[in-house]
């Protein structure tokens, strides 16, 4: 269940968190909800909409209801046969899950040339199809007034959770209580949740990752940035774990691949689910991720990445088992790197923040009483989040400590049959009946994605942190007497030792082991030997007790929140802007035009790049490596209908300026006519941080040209049949 009001102190986020307020510039700056479509109708029509706005708030119609989530990334549907298109690292889990060292698909890519050659993807994979977007506001808040603290936090949570039950009655569903605006609205969103997902097509590495992480989030760009999937139902149309007996499943509708070429200027919009912005913070938070937490979290993936790349070095299994955690390290390092690069080409971009919030807090003073209480509630916010940084490193350190690897595993059976011992609806969240298939799923997986010596080592990087950067009032006791060291040790004498019996005598390792542990009773956990299972034991009561803290202080930032949001729309409004929602993973709209940008002085860049210009990137070695069979497409002059007589060429990637972030991954690009024209894929490094600041003069997404995948298709991969059955002329 997605209720958005506990903060991940407890685990070191994956995926980008921005944290800076800019109200909206410009109509263009915003993810927008699909409700909102209506009232921007004039704007969009003036950069060039053909469509109804209208149509664009419609989730049963095309072409909202062909876009779907992955769960982290965008996809969508482009076949009546349940053929799915998003971004090749996107499904670079699946295609990492379904290779060895003797068949590596990411290296070499894949095409399954009927649907009994599909494979199943990694049995966590789900496709999620919106159906319903439903206020319940009311539902959730009415009578919180009286309540604070771990109150309302447990208020929200049960109310939430009973409007879910509720909702999945039917079967085959998910749904989830979203927040938006800090909690002053809520929605509840219906998907059909659909299990059996397989692996269809993926170009080589050497296209699908082309340029590597070297190239990530720059231009110019000419990475082949995608891959198909596809949806699988029972027979009789329902969702329905993995079976051979499954058949495509039929959506409603489908986008449909334009043949028509873009040129710059035109318009285009994105839709998808973007998962994480906070533009709508304030200068304490902003302060903090400059000067600390980003920082802290940039050595920790560097030191990791080392820490994989020394211990896989002789190890080709391990490193494709590791193959998919590294790329994501690598994108989130440079991700947060690349906001402090940007902050740091800002004047002062706390102070920006600050004369933001001035300004605001002036107009509230203007208002006499009307807004004495947002005055008061934003202080009392601000004073909330300063307590909260009290002890921001042990939440952290001891958080990865016992989330991550081999000790994850443990705590989450521990807790796991700690929570079986309740009524459903009282269990935590991811711990309910309804979470019982993926955490058996992931249990199944661990062996694709987990090596005992890599492990170790990042358990030893891990605990050295923690011994090294939480302060001493700050430590854990407990933790504290399983490593034998006091709280003013800031090194571990015989860690080595102690890792190598933790891991040599725990059975955890062995799938069968890790299944027969996720049906044991909370008892019989407690009373094992498994030297993994007792650290679980040992640190649990901790943990459980940090949570009741934070959602006590989750609570009462519900309280405030919203009031100071409520004063935010107030003070736009007042001055005729327009207020989106931050992202938070449900689906939005967003819309521009395709759109070159000067990165720096004298230098201005064009939106498109041609395949051409990839030949000339290729130096024969990874990251810019070329199959030897596109070199020799290419060179032969082959696909004449994928050339823009614009460009003399195929176009590769192209920019745009539409308003994106991590989670739009895969989302489809259309043109004016609701047309599929590419995929977006990344965003260009100025941008970085435009979850916290939008410039609409820096601000670029990065999208792969439809036509740059029909002509790999058609002239590399030989994929034709899929071009078929989207439709599509091929030579």
């Known amino acids: 269940m997605k209720i958005r009001l506990l903060p991940a102190a407890l685990a070191l986020a994956l995926l980008p968190a921005a944290v800076l307020n800019a109200p909206a510039a410009h109509a263009d700056e915003g993810m927008w909800q699909p409700s909102q479509m209506p009232e921007l109708g004039d704007r969009l029509r003036e950069l060039g909409l053909r469509m109804d706005p209208a149509s664009l708030s419609d989730l049963a119609?095309?072409?909202?209801?062909?876009?779907?989530?992955?769960?982290?990334?965008?996809?969508?549907?482009?076949?009546?046969?349940?053929?799915?298109?998003?971004?090749?690292?996107?499904?670079?889990?699946?295609?990492?899950?379904?290779?060895?060292?003797?068949?590596?698909?990411?290296?070499?890519?894949?095409?399954?040339?009927?649907?009994?050659?599909?494979?199943?993807?990694?049995?966590?994979?789900?496709?999620?199809?919106?159906?319903?977007?439903?206020?319940?506001?009311?539902?959730?808040?009415?009578?919180?007034?009286?309540?604070?603290?771990?109150?309302?936090?447990?208020?929200?949570?049960?109310?939430?959770?009973?409007?879910?039950?509720?909702?999945?009655?039917?079967?085959?569903?998910?749904?989830?209580?979203y927040d938006f605006h800090g909690g002053l609205q809520f929605s509840l969103i219906r998907q059909l949740e659909i299990q059996d997902v397989r692996l269809v097509y993926a170009p080589s590495g050497m296209i699908g990752k082309f340029g590597g992480d070297e190239d990530n989030f720059e231009w110019p760009r000419h990475t082949g940035d995608w891959a198909f999937l596809r949806a699988y139902v029972a027979p009789d149309g329902t969702p329905a774990p993995y079976s051979e007996d499954n058949v495509p499943y039929q959506p409603a509708s489908w986008l449909t691949v334009s043949q028509q070429p873009l040129a710059e200027g035109d318009y285009v919009m994105v839709t998808g689910y973007p998962g994480r912005t906070n533009r709508y913070r304030l200068p304490g938070e902003v302060a903090e991720t400059i000067e600390w937490r980003y920082p802290v979290l940039v050595r920790y993936f560097q030191d990791s990445l080392d820490v994989i790349e020394r211990t896989t070095a002789d190890d080709p299994a391990a490193a494709l088992k590791y193959a998919s955690t590294v790329a994501g390290y690598n994108n989130v390092l440079k991700l947060y790197q690349g906001n402090l690069d940007g902050f740091a080409r800002m004047d002062d971009p706390v102070g920006m923040k600050q004369a933001r919030e001035d300004e605001l807090e002036a107009w509230l003073s203007a208002q006499g009483d009307g807004g004495a209480g947002a005055l008061e509630a934003i202080a009392a916010l601000e004073q909330e989040l300063a307590e909260a940084r009290q002890t921001r490193e042990r939440d952290l350190w001891f958080g990865n400590v016992v989330g991550g690897g081999l000790a994850g595993t443990a705590m989450q059976l521990y807790r796991n049959a700690i929570e079986k011992e309740k009524p459903d609806a009282e269990r935590e969240s991811g711990y309910q009946e309804r979470d019982a298939a993926r955490i058996r799923g992931a249990m199944e997986a661990l062996d694709k994605r987990f090596d005992p010596v890599v492990d170790k080592a990042l358990m030893a990087l891990r605990l050295q942190r923690y011994a090294s950067q939480v302060p001493a009032g700050q430590r854990v006791a407990e933790l504290d007497a399983w490593l034998g060291i006091d709280a003013s040790d800031n090194t571990i004498p015989g860690l080595e030792a102690k890792l190598d019996a933790l891991y040599a005598g725990t059975s955890l390792e062995d799938a069968a082991a890790r299944l027969g542990w996720l049906e044991a009773d909370r008892v019989a956990i407690e009373a094992s030997d498994d030297p993994a299972l007792r650290l679980a034991v040992a640190m649990m009561p901790v943990v459980l007790a940090e949570e009741a803290e934070e959602k006590a202080r989750a609570g009462r930032i519900a309280a405030l929140r919203p009031r100071y949001m409520q004063a935010m729309i107030d003070f736009n409004a007042s001055q005729g802007r327009p207020v989106y929602p931050d992202a938070n993973s449900s689906l939005r709209i967003t819309f521009g035009t395709v759109r070159g940008y000067s990165p720096r002085d004298g230098v201005r860049t064009v939106p498109f790049t041609t395949l051409e210009g990839l030949v000339d990137k290729v130096t024969g070695e990874e990251p810019f490596a070329s199959p030897q069979s596109q070199l020799d497409a290419i060179a032969d002059g082959r696909g004449e209908r994928y050339r823009m007589a614009s460009l003399g060429d195929v176009p590769v990637n192209f920019l745009s300026d539409v308003d994106t972030t991590g989670g739009n991954s895969g989302s489809p690009t259309l043109n004016a006519d609701g047309e599929l024209v590419g995929l977006l894929f990344d965003g260009n490094y100025e941008s970085l941080n435009a979850g916290w600041i939008f410039n609409p003069e820096l601000t670029r997404s990065i999208h792969v040209d439809t036509r740059y995948m029909r002509w790999v298709m058609d002239e590399v991969d030989h994929a034709e049949h899929l071009l078929e059955e989207m439709g599509l002329p091929h030579d």
């Open 61 to 177: 119609s095309k072409p909202l209801d062909a876009v779907i989530s992955l769960g982290g990334c965008t996809a969508s549907f482009v076949s009546p046969q349940g053929l799915v298109v998003t971004n090749h690292h996107c499904a670079y889990g699946n295609i990492q899950y379904n290779s060895t060292p003797e068949r590596d698909l990411l290296a070499e890519g894949f095409v399954a040339a009927t649907l009994a050659d599909e494979l199943p993807a990694a049995p966590t994979s789900r496709i999620y199809v919106t159906q319903d977007i439903r206020d319940v506001t009311g539902q959730v808040t009415q009578g919180l007034e009286s309540m604070d603290g771990k109150a309302r936090y447990d208020a929200i949570d049960a109310r939430s959770k009973a409007l879910v039950a509720e909702c999945e009655a039917p079967g085959g569903l998910r749904c989830n209580v």
